[in-house]
């Protein structure tokens, strides 16, 4: 509701099911999601600056590795 009110999203009756609603992101929606993630992305360089871009790239992948890893200890 917060997020429609907000005019990020729109929510419709599904055309099969009319029991379920479809949630899409409206243009504003779409803008926002774009500057968080440039957001996102400008805070990572900057965290990762003083490691060097091959360190920082090393780093980024070894993360993604433990954090695809399912049951870890």
């Given at each position: ?30 803008r ?15 965290f ?26």
């Amino acid at each position: 509701d917060a997020l429609e009110g907000k005019g990020l999203v729109e929510r419709r009756r599904s055309e099969e099911d009319r029991r379920r609603n479809v949630v899409e992101l409206t243009e504003r929606g779409r803008r926002a999601r774009a500057d968080a993630e440039d957001a996102r992305e400008a805070a990572e360089r900057e965290f990762l600056a003083p490691l060097g871009e091959k360190d920082a790239a090393r780093l980024v992948k070894a993360l993604q590795v433990l954090i695809r890893t399912p049951n870890r200890p």
